[in-house]
């Protein structure tokens, strides 16, 4: 109703401003006219057309004005889904607009250049439930324009330009963001001690005091966000009154961030974040207690820009500290090489292979590295990182060239190199990562197969292996492969593996990643996989759908985007265990052969995933974009057998009515008196005249009945036939047998 009131109400705007001008605008008339008429069509049309005809003739600038305003209201008005949720972001408003339903309950309107609100914005939406004002240009606030709003349970008013705020009781609200806003001091105020449901509040300040927390120390808060993009003094242990689980803090971009900060938020909450960490001094001071005493378990930096010494220092604090995963990403190594000298990472070395009693952490993550200074002892780094007396180490996204076996039995338990640089011969006969059981060397510089599972081969609890993305390829030829028997679950996918892989694959390995290589066929000689259960050869170049005979255990099979036309001949005898298939998105091609395939997936109960859409005819022309659920053929062109069984019983049947037929007619004696006669025929054809004479024995055949057969012989015999021989007469019973031939 909304969009249709505000359409007719321009129009009728429209047409009294047509009245006006009309003397001076003799062409606004017929504009109008046909824009009254556009108002029936769809919106798009009407806008498209509108601006077509306006563009195309000789206007004013008023009437395009007109025709712009009527084309944004109505997309503004289209942004509005339904009933119970209206989206504006992005669209041009300088206010709130006053068309929404009574029965909103969520209302977007971010990245406006609304700069100031009103209780009668939000008053006739009493069932409203988010409200996301974010990216505008607000600068005041008072909580009373909402005060008609009490389902209200999520606030977003960050990134404005708030610097002032008064305050009043939301008490079902949870989630309350004035985060990136212009206060000097945190906006907390006393009534937000009333709101019991709170769970999330985004903060911003340009200074913390203590008393700041006051209101909220009794709130039990899942998260606490603050930005302190332009900090300017922190009272000591304010955070710590502070009760929340989840802590956020946002530092100044180009300013050297604060470890009194982050001692107080390590001594606050559970998770602690902080983004932005910049120093360039060369003295940190240190916590101003026992770092055992610390509540942060999980510790996590975001864009850090820091020199190795720095780092490493920070590194040393945490590492006494009870942080159980510790996540740096983006992280800058800057610093002048004069500072990088080898006493720096002697330090980190003996401090990573420490086994103090207090450290507790177990996971380390370090994600997109890049360093400034190149020039110090990489050997001494690697040992740093490779002697960790922990169970979970990332490094990712570094370049990193190598990594060095530990020089004692490693505690590792998961190790993940992935983006990097690392070769074939990373960890080579490494005997100490005994108790590895997860490596992730995805996308790195690694090229033969045979040498990464003889890597494997002394990693004694390895179970899962990533070399994704990598340059792989297998030579038959070469040395064979010698995998851990402990590998269950191997990722070769998007490699150069063609199909002499199956020929070095782990015989214990139960899941079996192959996607986005050059395979064509599952060659016939390879090992029998007893134990895997799943296998993805999904984006290679298999022509058919390969059979199970080699591993029948099989119970989840990916073959999507091949060029696979039908499914082998032993596909469906030998696959029978398979739970889950995906074969979609190839070019079937639709005759007998997929009339077993398509049975299949009628009697597979769900098997197939992604039918039908994803299977479709793509040959012969004639049938290409049928669905194969659609294509049907008889069972008679398909079973060859039955086709044979059909044409002999025909036929015999056939045989057996002609035979009776012809013994019933007498139709050989026929057959036989007609082939006599040509041949007489022919012979006389063939004969002169003069011939015929010389052997000519009857002049005349008489045929009579048994009743005239008296008369004959009496009476016209000897009457016909003369003394003198002149006229011979042929008489059955007197010249020839009866029943034989005359001639």
């Given at each position: 109703m909304g969009s249709v009131t505000g359409s007719l109400l321009f129009v009728f705007s429209c047409i009294i401003f047509q009245l006006i001008c009309a003397a001076r605008l003799p062409g606004l008339e017929s504009a109008l006219r046909n824009i009254r008429q556009k108002t029936q069509l769809s919106t798009l049309q009407r806008d498209r057309i509108i601006l077509e005809e306006i563009m195309g003739s000789p206007t004013n600038i008023f009437l395009f004005a007109c025709i712009f305003t009527f084309t944004l209201w109505n997309?503004?008005?289209?942004?509005?889904?339904?009933?119970?949720?209206?989206?504006?972001?992005?669209?041009?408003?300088?206010?709130?607009?006053?068309?929404?339903?009574?029965?909103?309950?969520?209302?977007?309107?971010?990245?406006?250049?609304?700069?100031?609100?009103?209780?009668?914005?939000?008053?006739?939406?009493?069932?409203?439930?988010?409200?996301?004002?974010?990216?505008?240009?607000?600068?005041?606030?008072?909580?009373?324009?909402?005060?008609?709003?009490?389902?209200?349970?999520?606030?977003?008013?960050?990134?404005?330009?708030?610097?002032?705020?008064?305050?009043?009781?939301l008490a079902r609200l949870r989630h309350l963001d004035l985060s990136f806003n212009k206060f000097k001091t945190l906006p907390i105020c006393q009534e937000f001690g009333n709101m019991l449901n709170l769970e999330y509040l985004g903060l911003s300040a340009t200074m913390i005091r203590k008393s700041d927390f006051r209101g909220i120390t009794h709130l039990q808060l899942h998260t606490v966000f603050?930005?302190?993009?332009?900090?300017?003094?922190?009272?000591?242990?304010?955070?710590?009154?502070?009760?929340?689980?989840?802590?956020?803090?946002?530092?100044?971009?180009?300013?050297?961030?604060?470890?009194?900060?982050?001692?107080?938020?390590?001594?606050?909450?559970?998770?602690?974040?902080?983004?932005?960490?910049?120093?360039?001094?060369?003295?940190?001071?240190?916590?101003?207690?026992?770092?055992?005493?610390?509540?942060?378990?999980?510790?996590?930096?975001?864009n850090v820009d820091l020199s190795w010494s720095i780092f490493a220092r920070i590194f040393m604090i945490v590492w006494y500290t009870p942080v159980e995963y510790f996540t740096v990403k983006n992280?800058?190594?800057?610093?002048?090489?004069?500072?990088?000298?080898?006493?720096?990472?002697?330090?980190?070395?003996?401090?990573?292979?420490?086994?103090?009693?207090?450290?507790?952490?177990?996971?380390?993550?370090?994600?997109?590295?890049?360093?400034?200074?190149?020039?110090?002892?990489?050997?001494?780094?690697?040992?740093?990182?490779?002697?960790?007396?922990?169970?979970?180490?990332?490094?990712?996204?570094?370049?990193?060239?190598?990594?060095?076996?530990?020089?004692?039995?490693?505690?590792?338990?998961?190790?993940?190199?992935?983006?990097?640089?690392?070769?074939?011969?990373?960890?080579?006969?490494?005997?100490?990562?005994?108790?590895?059981?997860?490596?992730?060397?995805?996308?790195?510089q690694l090229e033969n197969l045979s040498k990464v599972s003889s890597m494997t081969s002394k990693m004694k609890s390895l179970k899962h292996l990533d070399i994704s993305r990598n340059l792989l390829y297998y030579d038959e030829n070469e040395n064979h492969c010698h995998w851990v028997e402990t590998l269950a679950k191997l990722n070769l996918s998007s490699n150069k593996l063609t199909d002499s892989v199956f020929g070095c694959l782990p015989i214990n390995a139960q899941i079996l990643d192959l996607q986005n290589n050059q395979i064509t066929t599952v060659t016939k000689d390879i090992t029998e996989l007893k134990a895997l259960k799943e296998l993805n050869i999904a984006f290679n170049r298999l022509t058919e759908l390969p059979g199970c005979s080699h591993y029948r255990g099989l119970e989840f099979l990916n073959i999507e985007e091949n060029s696979i036309l039908t499914p082998s001949s032993d596909f469906f005898h030998s696959c029978q265990n398979i739970r889950e298939l995906r074969g979609g998105h190839n070019p079937f091609q639709c005759s007998c052969e997929l009339r077993d395939f398509v049975n299949f997936e009628k009697k597979s109960d769900?098997?197939?995933?992604?039918?039908?859409?994803?299977?479709?005819?793509?040959?012969?022309?004639?049938?290409?974009?049928?669905?194969?659920?659609?294509f049907q053929l008889s069972e008679l062109s398909c079973n060859t057998t039955l086709l044979l069984v059909i044409a002999l019983v025909v036929t015999v049947v056939v045989v057996a009515v002609t035979s009776f037929l012809c013994i019933y007619f007498d139709v050989m004696w026929y057959l036989k008196m007609m082939w006599q006669w040509t041949q007489t025929k022919r012979r006389v054809r063939k004969s002169h005249p003069e011939d015929l004479q010389s052997i000519l024995q009857f002049h005349a055949f008489?045929?009579?009945?048994?009743?005239?057969?008296?008369?004959?012989?009496?009476?016209?015999?000897?009457?016909?036939?003369?003394?003198?021989?002149?006229?011979?007469?042929?008489?059955h019973e007197r010249n020839f047998i009866p029943g034989k031939s005359i001639v």
């Open positions: 997309n503004i008005q289209l942004s509005v889904e339904n009933e119970f949720t209206a989206h504006y972001s992005s669209s041009f408003l300088a206010c709130v607009p006053k068309s929404q339903s009574r029965h909103t309950t969520m209302l977007d309107l971010s990245q406006k250049n609304i700069s100031e609100l009103h209780i009668s914005d939000f008053s006739s939406l009493p069932e409203l439930q988010v409200l996301n004002l974010s990216h505008n240009l607000i600068r005041e606030l008072d909580f009373n324009v909402f005060k008609f709003n009490e389902k209200l349970e999520c606030l977003d008013l960050s990134h404005n330009n708030l610097w002032n705020m008064c305050c009043q009781t603050l930005t302190l993009e332009d900090l300017s003094h922190y009272e000591s242990k304010s955070l710590t009154v502070l009760n929340t689980k989840n802590l956020h803090i946002v530092f100044p971009i180009n300013k050297n961030f604060s470890f009194p900060l982050l001692y107080d938020g390590m001594n606050t909450s559970e998770k602690l974040e902080l983004s932005n960490i910049r120093y360039n001094s060369t003295d940190i001071p240190f916590p101003p207690f026992a770092p055992l005493k610390f509540k942060t378990l999980n510790l996590r930096f975001n992280l800058t190594f800057s610093g002048s090489i004069q500072s990088m000298t080898n006493t720096d990472f002697s330090h980190l070395y003996n401090w990573a292979q420490s086994n103090h009693s207090g450290n507790s952490m177990k996971a380390l993550i370090l994600e997109h590295i890049r360093t400034k200074v190149f020039y110090f002892s990489q050997d001494i780094l690697y040992k740093a990182f490779s002697d960790m007396n922990i169970e979970n180490l990332t490094i990712s996204d570094a370049y990193m060239p190598h990594m060095l076996c530990p020089s004692h039995i490693s505690l590792f338990q998961y190790l993940d190199f992935s983006y990097n640089a690392l070769t074939d011969e990373v960890f080579k006969n490494c005997d100490t990562l005994t108790h590895l059981k997860m490596l992730i060397l995805q996308r790195n769900g098997r197939l995933v992604g039918w039908p859409e994803s299977y479709v005819c793509e040959y012969p022309d004639g049938l290409k974009g049928t669905q194969l659920k659609d008489i045929s009579y009945s048994e009743r005239d057969s008296l008369w004959v012989k009496n009476h016209l015999i000897p009457n016909l036939e003369k003394e003198d021989g002149s006229v011979q007469i042929c008489l």
